[in-house]
């Protein structure tokens, strides 16, 4: 079972950015598609960015052209870098690992909130 650590989070103004990190445990990490959600109070968790293993990349519709997600290999850890944020930005922000067979691996969250 991957285990996924994040990092990151905090307190920012609107319009500031933020970085989060994903340090993953799998000795493969190359082939699992990563992805990062975000669940607020009240709310379902929903997708914000995916990276798959070629590289492909894919947004919600709200975060396009201010968020950015990457990952580097060697280190086996994606990033969401998170530009232009705005008050509903704010929720718990999880990592996700789906390994090419199905098997499917989530990390603790980590509070980003977006505030004056």
């Known amino acids: 079972q991957v285990q996924l650590v994040e990092s990151g989070g905090g307190l920012v103004q609107p319009g500031g950015s933020l970085r989060l990190s994903c340090a993953a445990s799998?000795?493969?990490?190359?082939?699992?598609?990563m992805g990062w959600y975000r669940q607020a109070p009240g709310k379902q968790r929903d997708l914000v960015a995916a990276?798959?293993?070629?590289?492909?990349?894919n947004y919600a519709d709200s975060v396009k052209g201010r968020f950015t997600i990457s990952r580097d290999n060697a280190k086996n850890t994606v990033y969401l870098q998170m530009d232009s944020l705005k008050p509903e930005d704010t929720a718990v922000y999880y990592c996700?690992?789906?390994?090419?067979?199905?098997?499917?691996?989530w990390g603790q969250g980590t509070q980003v909130t977006v505030s004056s």
């Open positions: 996700n690992a789906v390994s090419p067979w199905g098997d499917s691996a």
């Open positions: 990276i798959y293993s070629g590289g492909r990349t």
């Open positions: 799998a000795s493969i990490f190359r082939i699992y598609s």
